[in-house]
């Protein structure tokens, strides 16, 4: 059963910065694609990033820029590294496999950007 445990998020003013985490059990990333997921309040989940199995990257339009998805296949570990973050970026933000979130969700890491 994969496990995935997400990690990183807190409390930033805008302009801050956060790296999440997110380490796998049960897959071996490096035979997956993985995504990043976040859910505002009240909004439906959206992708923010990914990152395929042969590292190509492609990012939400609002964060391009900003974010930067990698992995590291040795650590079974993805990363998502939020420069410049705004308000509208608060969420919950979760990771899961990509192109299709096939996996059990985790609890999520909370990201709050205050103004």
């Known amino acids: 059963q994969v496990q995935l445990v997400e990690s990183g998020g807190g409390l930033v003013q805008a302009g801050g910065s956060l790296r999440l985490s997110c380490v796998a059990s049960?897959?071996?990333?490096?035979?997956?694609?993985m995504g990043w997921y976040r859910q505002a309040a009240g909004k439906q989940r959206e992708l923010v990033a990914s990152?395929?199995?042969?590292?190509?990257?492609n990012y939400l339009d609002i964060v391009k820029g900003r974010f930067t998805i990698s992995k590291d296949n040795a650590e079974n570990t993805v990363y998502l590294q939020m420069n410049n973050l705004k308000p509208e970026d608060t969420a919950v933000y979760y990771c899961?496999?990509?192109?299709?979130?096939?996996?059990?969700w985790g609890q999520g890491t909370q990201v709050t950007v205050s103004s």
């Open positions: 990152i395929q199995v042969g590292g190509r990257r």
């Open positions: 049960g897959i071996i990333l490096s035979t997956s694609g």
């Open positions: 899961n496999q990509y192109p299709a979130p096939n996996f059990d």
